[in-house]
């Protein structure tokens, strides 16, 4: 018989990631970009596509995108550092800046990947909960934790997922003043917020932005984002980061998408518009409360919400994001914008659902339905 040594302990409490892609319609569950890209780039670039050099490695560090990046972000390049996803930036914060003996400050309920990634690195966890009322951060508790020290990175979403809302620019400027540990604003969804702590980048060289392609320039599927940083932070982050992470046709495409970004405004418009009809609409719904979002999803409290879940599936096609086991997010549902199509779906089932929850309730017929455990204990992943 064979014998196999286990690995590190660490990995016991965590788990896998279950990319399975349900077979579902409508898919509001991932926060990415109903649109798939306009037709004339696409068409743009397969007229472009024999230029791309498949055969050979990828420029490690991206030169062309990070230039074009950083003059819009009136930035160096020697500022700006690719990734593959925003996801893989985070590893590399924290493999750099965390690491056994070293700590984060986390706010949660955020971001599932800042958890995760500091117990695969062996980076001890503090967290400052936000306030369950409207998951306002507790600025008092992160600034008095601050000033105990001990503290090494701190990563705030911001819009944070999956709650939506952002973090008052004063109090992160206080955050920033309050700590020479790293710290991470994590605007995945700038886009949408047009919120930024871009100005003040040059006054505090332990801030780091965080954007990605993945929501408002549809290329979640290619796996592009990008930080914003002092230069010695990129140059450290470059000796942890895998060297051809950002394949030679990513940054291609991208380089594209960045350059026509323009194109993208009128789409997040739209959006944003959509998002207030969800909002609107899921807010006159008896029993639910939305709160208010400043990104592509909207986050909801409703009763037995893993029943809802379910039935959104399995009654009407629509995956919705289930967070109501996520510590602070009980009884929570987070949905993405979707096409005017499907929001429109959305909202018709969550009224005729609950309608049928009210009529069945007044007749002593409610079940207290199981909860689907596959697809909550992992929390916003995405
Ligand atoms: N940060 C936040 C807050 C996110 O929600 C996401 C994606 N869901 C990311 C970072 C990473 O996105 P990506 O890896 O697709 O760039």
Known sequence: ??????????????????????????????????????????????KRLPEVAFNRYPDPMATALRTQIADANGLDPGNVIMGNGGDELIFDLMLAWGGPGRTLLSTPPTFAMYE???????????????????FSLDEKAVLARLAQGGIDIVMISNPNNPTGNLAPETFLIDVLKATDALVLIDEAYFEFSRHTMRPHMERHPN?????????AFSLAGL???????N?????????VRQPYSVDRFSQWVAGMVFRERVVFEAQIQELLRHRDVVEHG???????KVFGSE?????????????????LLHSHGILVRDVSRVPGCD??????????????????????????????????????????????VLGPLS
């Open 223 to 229: 796996r592009v984002g990008y930080l914003l940083a």
């Open 1 to 46: 018989m064979g014998r196999l040594k286990g690995p590190r302990p660490e990995l016991a409490d965590l788990t896998t990631y279950d990319a399975r892609e349900p077979h579902v319609e409508i898919n509001l569950s991932a926060n990415e970009n109903p649109a798939n890209l306009p037709h004339e780039l696409v068409a743009n670039m397969a």
């Open 207 to 215: 801030l780091v932005i965080l954007r990605t392609f993945s929501k």
């Open 331 to 376: 009884e929570c549902l987070r949905v993405t914008i979707g096409s005017e199509r499907e929001n429109r779906a959305f909202l018709t089932a969550m009224e005729e659902l609950m309608r049928q929850r009210r009529e069945s309730d007044m007749f002593g017929t409610t079940s207290n339905d199981e909860h689907d455990a596959a697809t909550t």
């Open 231 to 239: 230069e010695e932070v990129v140059s450290e982050l470059t000796k």
């Open 295 to 311: 990104a592509n999803f909207v986050l909801f409290r409703v009763e037995r919400a893993a029943a809802v879940w379910r039935d």
């Open 116 to 134: 995760i990634d500091a117990k695969l690195t062996g980076t001890t966890i503090v967290e400052v909960p936000r306030r369950s009322k409207d």
């Open 282 to 288: 899921l807010s006159r719904i008896p029993h639910v």
